[in-house]
């Protein structure tokens, strides 16, 4: 359950109801236990709290963070690529902390599936307490494996890769994918990059994008540009497997 | 079902199988007729073409245009701010030639759906043509209907508004969707951005933003961005119905 | 003068040659007096140091600034689209504490001449004593006067607004300018811009400009855009005088 | 003379008084030689055309142009990094047709002044063309010689590159830069970027820069971003000699 406080828009999730104290007064169990989405509970101070039902979005910003992770924008540039959504067949290398995990089964729920590959066990274990916090974990096989030594799955409609040295994994994901299939690579630095370009000898290249989005700020009837803004994340190289 | 030319990328689509002539020479209805997934044909001239599934993404560059489309873009921006997905209930305001109806229609499937107004006879004849093409008009109600009079459906989960007047339909919007939903709107010009700021007296506002999405160039093993590029398609306005 | 440190890059000023502390060491008051440009000078601790000519842009980072500053790219982009030079007659209201004054300064030197209007007492003092610094106070008229009561000069070849409330000098800088002259604003609001071009009656109006600069980052043989840039600063919108 | 149609904004470029034809009626050979600036001249169908002094960046639209050409907002980022002005000492590497030339010329102008080469004769001719047009030949040095080859100059305040092979140069720029000068290299492709980082050995990295200018359309009352825009010209290397 998530609650929404009327005056700040500050958002808290409530996992089990549950005297709740926050800085604003505390909330009784009683009144938590019974809520239901859209109405309206009071702390014991009188603030006003709204209760949402607890979607993705909402969830997502109580999920723990790893050092480095693929940011929303740079997910919704490959759906608006790809089309990808319900019923595809997914296999992605490096789950991190499970956040791009998150959104990929959040879109091919019910049908489809993610098979996710991580390596490292500290990861693996953030990941997969992640998923389980927003219920998508019934939509992933997520595996303790290095995905640079082998893709299981085959078949698959997408490979998405999120690793340092994806042209190790340039083999692996063109037996994995079905012909039509995409392989999608999220790099930081045009370094490597170039890299990627340069070994990949077998997919046809749809195109190397950048998502910049660009948030403005309404206050008091003025309206501009933020001044500083996240200006780069990571370059999205998108192949396909044509034959 | 659609073809991909090896040699130069570009696209065709069957949509039945009989004798298909091409500039790189007639392909036999025969061969169509047997294809599958993944195999070459080729034309009496020896070009040859691989037989691609025919998904959303690949059919979408078949579909008839109007004026003005949202991009892709932008609604990958909407898809990630909001985390859209199978099994949301959706009302779109201004089909207009359904490219956007499209696009949530195929994140909403199998078990949401899309409750779609146009009010020009003109826009939703395309719309139909197109939802038909893409098979995707079984998870949408495309009505022939003013949004801006009324929207009938209760307890939506997001109100997509792509029209000139979007501040007519606030109210509507409001009593429309459940307490937690969104409200989408696409704007191109700022002036209307800001009118639409100035009117909207019960939503929250969650931002204001634009997407502006940066292609690279990778030919002969040189690699730059490209010089002239799409830098301004439309503002997405988010609010959310708290209250 | 000003030393550069060069194992980290740090500058250092030095106004008058006298025993100078830095964590890096003492560096003698004779070693100061006696250095040349290029020389490279150590502190006791051996630190090497290299002697710089103190030029305009070395000189303006020990600068006093104010709250806001007109940035440095945005002037550039000024000069591109102006091409002002030597011996422009230059008017500027609000000198601010002086950035902008001194890159115009800079510019019009030797034989041009910025008439520059500061009306608060406290930014008069600053922008004097950060002209004086730079050694540009020679081509400059400070005055301690409001720009929105009134212009002295005439034949101006070019008026550079970055005040609050430039529609009240509109007027003004009509008649202070010679045909062809130009009126440049510097807003940091998209609704001043609009009501500065909604209240524009007699300029015939060049354009609405933002300049957005995009710098990369370069280590250890790795190359990416920053990930945090100044995304916004000001809207510059450019006027002509035609008739 | 520039003669600026009132109606339209439309420029024209008058060499020597003459009947002057334009699809706006001819305007007399008299009316031209008794022209001011500022006042306003009649075709023979009364067409009405302001005389215009002309300045710099208004001959900069009749110049002829070569195949690829420095965009003057990159040279006005130069300027804002640097501090370029009256007096400096300019050499630069590949004139080509002269326009970047001209705005360094037109910098530095009257006490400053720029040795440019040029290993094309064509170009050369183009630039020496273009300089003489707008009168700036006087402070320029126009060399028909290869800069990959050497520098003739010493002691020069910046060094600007805009040829295909700067690393080449990279020791015949550090030999001609005083201490504490600038290089300057623009480079249109990120994998000439890394190559010219990769050899670079003895100058000082101030950083790596990308100027985008966006335009913002103003029509009928209505504001928003120009929809294609010059995403991408070159790169700015920016580096300084040290020691």
Redesign the interface.
Known sequence: MIL?H?KT?KKYYIKDPKDFSTHLGVIKKEYLENAK??E?IKSHLGEEF????D????L?EFLRRGPQTTH????????????L???WKVVEGGAGSGILTS?LA??V???GRVYSYEKRGEFYEIAKENLEKTGLIDYVDLKLKDITIGIDEKNVDIVVLDVGDPWRVLEHAYNSL???GYLAVFL???????KL??LNRKF??L????????????RK?????????????E?LILFRK??
Request: net charge positive; glycine share 8%; no cysteine.
């Open positions: 929404f009327l828009g989405p859209g309206i709204v209760v949402l039902k979607t993705f979005i909402d997502l929303p924008k740079d997910f919704g540039l490959l759906v608006s690529l790809t089309g959504s319900s019923g959104f959040n879109t729920k019910p049908d079905r012909v039509g930081p630095n045009i370094t490597s990059v170039l370009l340069e046809y290249l195109g190397i994008y950048e998502s910049i989005v660009r948030e403005w700020i309404y009837d003025v309206l501009r540009p933020r001044h500083m803004q996240l200006s780069h994340t370059f044509i034959k």
